[in-house]
C-alpha cells in the first residue's frame, strides 16, 4: 500500500531552535509538494520539486526556511530559526505529474508547536 | 490569482439526509478539481478528482459535479452517517501545478 510517510508526527520546540521536517515521497512520483495548515490561512503551498528540482517557493519565508530533495526518496523542509508564528501542520504531498489525472496523494502531516 | 471559496464554513444535519457542498473557483482555466476529507488532527484522504474535461464523478454514496464555465463544483453526500462528520476541502490546480484550496466545509451530523 504506497503512501507518502512524513516524521516527525508531532514536534514541540523553543523558539530560535532548528527544526527538520522529512518526508518520503511515493516511488515513481515526480512531484513533491509542501503545503502548511493553520487556522486562519487554511492550508498554502510552501514549496514544490519536479524530478528533485525546486520550481516554485514563493509561499516560503526565504531567511529562515529552506526545502530541499537529496535524493528522489526524501525530501526535506528546515526553519532556522523557528519562531512561534511557524507554529502549523506541515504537510507533503506527491504526485506523477505527466500522468492522465495528476492526482496529489497527502501523508499524514507534521505538527510543529513552537513555544 | 486562483481563488477557492466554500460556503458554508460548517453544516449540522441528522442522519440519512442528503446533502451538497459546495465549491466556487475565480478562474474557469483549471485541470483538475479535487475534494478531500479531513479528521480532526489527521491528514488529507482524497475522495474524488474531476479533470476538466469531466462534468462528475462518483464514488459510492459521494457524487462531484463540476460546472467550469461558472466556476462552481458540488459534492453530493446520499444518505449522510454520523461517520461522515469530517472537514471538506476542494481544491483546484493546473497542469501539474500546486493545489490552492478552499477553507473547507465542517459537517457534523448526528444519530
Same mark, same amino acid.
Given at each position: 500500500d504506497a503512501r507518502v510517510t512524513q516524521t516527525p508526527r508531532h514536534k514541540v520546540t523553543e523558539m530560535g531552535q532548528e527544526v527538520t521536517m522529512r518526508c518520503q515521497p511515493i516511488l515513481g512520483h515526480n512531484t513533491v509538494f509542501w503545503y502548511r495548515q493553520t487556522m486562519m490561512q487554511g492550508l498554502e503551498l510552501l514549496a514544490y520539486f519536479r524530478n528533485r528540482a525546486p520550481l516554485d517557493d514563493s509561499g516560503m519565508p526565504k531567511d529562515r526556511f529552506s526545502a530541499e530533495m537529496p535524493d528522489a526518496t526524501l525530501a526535506t523542509l528546515k526553519i532556522q530559526p523557528s519562531e512561534p508564528r511557524d507554529s502549523a501542520v506541515y504537510f507533503c504531498a506527491s504526485g506523477e505529474v505527466g500522468t492522465a489525472y495528476n492526482e496529489q496523494f497527502f501523508g499524514p502531516g507534521t505538527r510543529l508547536t513552537v513555544l | 490569482k486562483q481563488e477557492v471559496t466554500q460556503i458554508p464554513a460548517a453544516l449540522s444535519v441528522p442522519e440519512g439526509e442528503n446533502l451538497v457542498l459546495n465549491c466556487s473557483f475565480t478562474d474557469s482555466a483549471i485541470y483538475n478539481l479535487q475534494w478531500f476529507r479531513q479528521d480532526p488532527g489527521k491528514g488529507?484522504?482524497?475522495?474524488?478528482?474531476? #479533470?476538466?474535461? #469531466?462534468?462528475?464523478q462518483t464514488s459510492g454514496r459521494l457524487n462531484a459535479s463540476l460546472d467550469k464555465s461558472s466556476g462552481r463544483s458540488t459534492l453530493y453526500i446520499a444518505a449522510s452517517q454520523p461517520g461522515d462528520s469530517a472537514t471538506y476541502l476542494c481544491a483546484t490546480n #493546473?497542469?501539474?501545478?500546486?493545489?490552492?484550496?478552499g477553507k473547507g466545509t465542517t459537517l457534523s451530523v448526528s444519530s
Open positions: - | 488529507l484522504t482524497s475522495l474524488l478528482l474531476i #479533470q476538466s474535461s #469531466q462534468r462528475e #493546473q497542469a501539474g501545478t500546486a493545489l490552492i484550496f
